[in-house]
């Protein structure tokens, strides 16, 4: 098993940029899919996308289609949230998750049942 560690939150600007990093310690980093939650208080944790274990193939929610990237360095144990034009709704608690498979199903990854591994959480704040 995977134990995940969330870095990158802070404050922010609307319209301003942050990355999320997940490092991921224990082995077989490349044999695991990597999802990105977010969660506000009194609401249900939310699938932001989701990445191959090869970092191949990746997967979106509609509500961060275009301002949201995620990307993986095996190398380095890491998978990175890049997160742009963000905005006071993208407020939240951000988690990374991982499920050891090859195979990423696009829908189920963005579920949060999916996965079995999580992180900390990071918190990260849009506001003027």
């Known amino acids: 098993q995977l134990q995940l560690v969330e870095s990158g939150g802070g404050l922010v600007e609307p319209g301003g940029s942050l990355r999320l990093s997940c490092s991921a310690s224990?082995?077989?980093?490349?044999?695991?899919?990597i999802g990105w939650f977010r969660q506000v208080p009194g609401k249900e944790r939310e699938g932001v996308s989701c990445?191959?274990?090869?970092?191949?193939?990746?997967d979106y929610a509609d509500s961060v289609k275009g301002r949201f990237s995620t990307s993986r360095d095996n190398a380095k144990n890491t998978v990175y949230l890049q997160m742009d034009n963000l905005n006071p709704e993208d407020t939240a608690t951000y988690y990374c998750?991982?499920?050891?498979?090859?195979?990423?199903?696009?829908?189920?990854?963005?579920?949060?049942?999916?996965?079995?591994?999580w992180g900390q959480g990071a918190q990260v704040t849009v506001s003027s």
């Open positions: 990445i191959s274990s090869a970092g191949g193939t990746t």
């Open positions: 998750a991982s499920r050891r498979t090859s195979v990423l199903l696009l829908g189920d990854c963005l579920g949060a049942d999916w996965y079995v591994n």
């Open positions: 224990g082995s077989f980093f490349d044999y695991y899919a």
